[in-house]
Nanobody
């Protein structure tokens, strides 16, 4: 099992940057691919990015490609999502998730572990 805790959310102006992090407990963090999802009020949970368990492979939603970067440090059991050039439509609760597999997927139902989420608000 793995427990996930997100941090780093906040309020930022459009065009600004924010870094959200996900800290995982457990000694087997490196067996999990990690995904970031987000959910805005009244909307379904949306895929943002995933990173493979070794960190060599990443994949992004078209809406964030070129602006967001996912990375991980398996020695520290952490995953980060660096968000640049933020837009008001990026406003949402951001969740990290874990899937016991080499690669991530874009479907939230395929992830077995979730954090509690961190709020990101981008003002115009």
């Amino acid at each position: 099992q793995v427990q996930l805790v997100e941090s780093g959310g906040g309020l930022v102006q459009a065009g600004g940057s924010l870094r959200v992090s996900c800290a995982a407990s457990g000694r087997t963090f490196s067996i999990y691919a990690i995904g970031w999802f987000r959910q805005a009020p009244g909307k379904e949970r949306e895929f943002v990015a995933w990173i493979s368990r070794g960190g060599a492979t990443t994949y992004y939603a078209d809406s964030v490609k070129g602006r967001f970067t996912i990375s991980r440090d398996n020695a520290k059991n952490t995953v980060a999502l660096q968000m640049n050039s933020l837009k008001p439509e990026d406003t949402a609760v951001y969740y990290c998730s874990a899937r016991q597999s080499a690669l991530g997927v874009v479907t939230p139902q395929m992830y077995g572990y979730w954090g509690q989420g961190t709020q990101v608000t981008v003002s115009s």
